[in-house]
């Protein structure tokens, strides 16, 4: 059994890695003094490279990060890096005549993709909302409402219901709809759905509103009742328009994530219906990441089919994330197991991931711990939100318990 000084030992531990890592390094290090926003790509060893794109998704990331920071510790270094964030946002990124947020920009500043991708919408509406959230900024929270309502007006399925990936920027759906090189082309996804409720999660808890907790429930019940197979507890990835699965692999990382935000989710919506049924969904999914993805060492492998493991490192991301998921089974079903798998997923955070030399976490380290170097530190991709998160949702948790 852990005992309480155990548990203050890795509240010590989490606070520590936050403040005097995360937070630091991003503001010494990204911030584009110059020409505003923050670098695009910065390697390990700190090589900036000014020319790199910038994403709205980085910027959004940032300003969550800082503002909860800042609604924790009222710091004011964190409030000056998330008004940093939230006028980039605003400047490089906002489209006043269509709505929404462009995906890239230039080193400038200037648009270099203007397609809506919904799931960088969504990662907008949680950045500004706890933005007002942690300052009371009426003006982010009207910006966040305002990106919800165009979600509504034009990415939402009345038919189906869920919502669809991609639009140009005067919001006709597009051909190619991928997020990324490594998705699919379809027109739904498990990714942009958990982080369409993630974003409604948020906005809710600053704007009560009766459509969006009518969204809110819907995706809900679509990860329940759509996206989480009941048979293997792992999320299906990608969809047709009709909700028919498209694909087989497993995300290990997507899994844990999901199975907190789940019932976060349902307990922001205050449904006890809803909370009843995340609940032991969330253990669900847990259990089966514990079983099948938690190496030994404490290390979470990364993807599968059903046939087996297809990658075996170890990212920065699931890592941070399977320490709250499990954090979140233990306190859902008092199992020992879940409270000791965050911990050693916590203590392979230390040995591996955190760079003792140059600051933050490595993107990624091999199966035999060795660091992928062609990983960046700093990238369209690579954020302090999942590991910054990660590190409050640790603190919060452990002084629950």
């Given amino acids: 059994m852990i005992d309480q000084s155990t548990l203050q030992r890795y509240i010590h531990k989490a606070e520590a890695e936050l403040r005097q890592n995360i937070l630091p390094f991003w503001i010494a290090h990204t911030v584009d003094r110059e020409r505003g926003g923050f ?32 609604r924790r510790y009222h710091a004011l270094e964190y409030l000056e890096m998330a008004r940093w964030a939230y006028h980039d946002l605003m400047t490089r990124f906002w489209d006043a005549e269509y709505g929404g947020l462009y995906w890239m920009a230039d080193a400038c500043g200037r648009p270099l993709r203007m397609r809506k991708q919904v799931y960088g919408q969504a990662f907008g509406i949680y950045a500004l909302s706890e933005y007002a959230r942690a300052t009371g900024d009426e003006e982010a929270l009207h910006q966040a409402i305002a990106l919800f309502r165009v979600l509504e007006d034009h990415s939402h399925d009345p038919e189906n219901r869920g919502y669809f990936e991609a639009y140009t920027r005067d919001w006709q759906l597009e051909t190619d709809l991928r997020l990324s090189d490594v998705d699919l082309n379809e027109k739904k996804s498990m990714n942009t759905h958990l982080h369409v409720m993630e974003a409604y999660t948020n906005l809710l808890r600053v704007w009560d509103d009766a459509l969006l907790r009518a969204r809110q429930a819907e995706l809900i019940e679509i990860m329940m009742e759509r996206i989480v197979n009941p048979h293997t507890g792992h999320l299906i990835l990608f969809f047709d328009e009709c909700w028919r ?35 032991p969904l969330a253990v669900r999914i847990a259990q089966a990441v514990y079983e099948e993805a938690l190496a030994a060492d404490g290390g979470l492998l990364y993807e599968a089919t059903p046939a087996g493991i ?5 990212e920065w991301w699931p890592q941070a994330e399977a320490v709250v998921g499990f954090l979140n089974a233990y306190h859902i079903s008092g199992e020992p197991h879940f409270l000791n798998a965050a911990l050693r997923c916590w203590d392979y955070i230390e040995e591996h991931l955190v760079d003792r030399q140059y600051g933050e976490w490595f993107r990624a380290v091999n199966r035999d711990g060795t660091v992928r170097e062609h990983e960046l530190k700093v990238s369209f991709w690579k954020c302090p939100y999942h590991n910054g998160r990660a590190c409050l949702e640790m603190i919060q948790r452990l002084e629950a318990l």
């Fill in 310 to 314: 297809i990658q075996s490192q170890t």
């Fill in 39 to 70: 670098y695009g790509s910065i390697t390990n060893a700190l090589v900036v490279d000014r020319e790199a794109p910038r994403g709205a998704l980085l910027t959004s990331r940032i300003l969550w990060t800082y503002s909860a920071a800042y």
């Fill in 245 to 279: 699965p498209r694909s087989d692999h497993i995300s290990f990382g997507h899994d844990i994530e999901a199975s907190w935000l789940l019932v976060e989710a349902a307990e922001v919506a205050g449904e006890h219906r809803l909370i009843e049924a995340t609940r």
